[in-house]
């Protein structure tokens, strides 16, 4: 039987020296992380406790808001709830201005669930919902919507058309409502406040140890296994060659990571930017599954990053450039097989 306990019974019956009963009872697994876009389902969210915003990378000051959330929703018997938006507001507003992204929503809603969510709304984000005041935003969607017992929230929360409020206007908004607020305090890494923002810059820096560190979890992009030149098989480190990743990329070099194929994970050595020693100016991004061997092309493949390993070089022979790639493959072994707490 599946998911089951066992329960043994100590007390005898007076003609029996065995026990009375051994039984098994069914545990249910926990239940699935219930998704909607917009508001469909009410009995999946309303009543509940309620945290709203991007969670860009769902990084470890988000973490620390999901935490209270699910322990906030746990004691009230209400489900924790998170409202986020799709596609981000920005890029309706500004998009010449919009950030590129650190995290794609399927892998964030990942994340949610891990994290012990209950439901997660994806609200479609249109103009209609930007116009709102922060008063419109509280009465329409916090209590009108989502009806919602309790509120966490970070202490750069903003809301409402122009990001007019804040938590301070949120405050006194549920203190109005007779609705609860818990604004967590910011997690604090190397004196600077977890943020996306700061998660961002590390990357575009190639930082990616710190980004990863401020992440609380490895650096994800996802694209679609493409034909390469092959050029990597021919001297003995095939790679995938991945295209069309629209999230955030590191600036070229080569980098530690791993990749999950058929519930497998391996090892990747990452080469992000040209192959100079072949006299190939084009930027590709290659990843040498460390142990794999197997047809990938036309796959979606996710590839997390770790860490910075060195820059892009340029060697005198294909022999040199190998010698190199062994030493690489040593750092990513030691890279990945430190990170496996992640």
Same mark, same amino acid.
């Given at each position: 039987m599946p998911w089951t306990d066992t329960l043994m019974c100590v007390g005898r019956t007076p003609s029996s020296s065995s026990p009375i009963c051994n039984l098994q009872f069914a545990i249910? =697994?926990?239940?699935?992380?219930?998704?909607?876009?917009?508001?469909?389902?009410?009995?999946?969210?309303? $009543?509940?406790?309620?945290? &709203? $915003? +991007?969670?860009?990378? @769902?990084?470890?000051?988000?973490?620390?808001?999901?935490?209270?959330?699910?322990?906030? #929703?746990? #004691?009230?018997?209400?489900? %924790?709830?998170?409202?986020?938006f799709d596609p981000h507001p920005i890029t309706l507003l500004r998009p010449q201005q919009t950030p590129p992204a650190l995290s794609l929503l399927e892998h964030k809603l990942e994340l949610f669930e891990k994290h012990g969510i209950d439901t997660?709304? @994806?609200? =479609?984000?249109?103009?209609?919902?930007?116009r709102l005041t922060p008063d419109e935003f509280f009465r329409d /969607?916090? &209590?009108?919507?989502?009806? #919602?017992?309790?509120?966490?929230?970070?202490?750069?929360? *903003?809301?409402?058309?122009?990001? %007019?409020g804040n938590v301070q206007t949120l405050r006194t908004?549920?203190?109005?409502?007779?609705?609860?607020?818990?604004?967590?305090?910011? @997690? &604090?890494? +190397? !004196?600077?406040?977890?943020?996306?923002?700061?998660?961002?810059?590390? &990357?575009?820096? !190639?930082?990616? #140890?710190?980004?990863?560190?401020?992440?609380?979890?490895?650096?994800?992009?996802?694209?679609?296994i493409?034909? !390469? %030149?092959?050029?990597?098989?021919?001297?003995?480190?095939?790679?995938?060659?991945?295209?069309? /990743?629209?999230?955030?990329?590191?600036?070229?070099? @080569?980098?530690? $990571?791993?990749c999950t194929v058929a519930e497998k994970t391996y090892p990747a050595a990452i080469n992000l930017g040209p192959n100079p020693t072949f006299g190939e100016a084009s930027r590709k991004f290659e990843a040498h599954?460390?142990?794999?061997?197997?047809?990938?092309?036309?796959?979606?493949?996710?590839?997390? *990053?770790?860490?910075?390993?060195r820059d892009v070089m340029r060697f005198e022979s294909s022999d040199a450039l190998k010698q190199q790639l062994n030493h690489d493959l040593e750092a990513v072994r030691a890279l990945a097989d430190t990170a496996t707490g992640l």
């Open positions: 249910p =697994p926990p239940a699935p992380m219930h998704i909607q876009r917009g508001f469909q389902q009410p009995d999946q969210y309303r $009543g509940g406790w309620v945290t &709203i $915003g +991007n969670f860009d990378g @769902v990084h470890r000051g988000h973490q620390s808001m999901l935490a209270t959330l699910v322990a906030r #929703a746990a #004691a009230a018997h209400t489900p %924790a709830v998170v409202l986020t997660v709304v @994806v609200y =479609p984000t249109d103009h209609a919902l930007l /969607i916090v &209590i009108g919507q989502l009806d #919602a017992s309790g509120l966490v929230e970070g202490p750069n929360f *903003f809301f409402g058309h122009n990001r %007019a908004l549920c203190d109005a409502a007779g609705r609860a607020l818990e604004v967590v305090s910011a @997690v &604090i890494v +190397n !004196g600077r406040m977890i943020s996306s923002s700061e998660v961002r810059s590390r &990357i575009a820096s !190639g930082r990616i #140890a710190e980004a990863v560190e401020m992440l609380g979890h490895p650096y994800r992009v996802r694209g679609v493409a034909q !390469g %030149a092959a050029r990597g098989r021919t001297i003995g480190f095939p790679t995938a060659n991945l295209e069309g /990743i629209t999230t955030l990329l590191p600036p070229d070099g @080569v980098y530690a $990571g791993v599954l460390l142990g794999f061997t197997g047809d990938l092309y036309g796959q979606t493949l996710d590839v997390d *990053f770790l860490a910075r390993v």
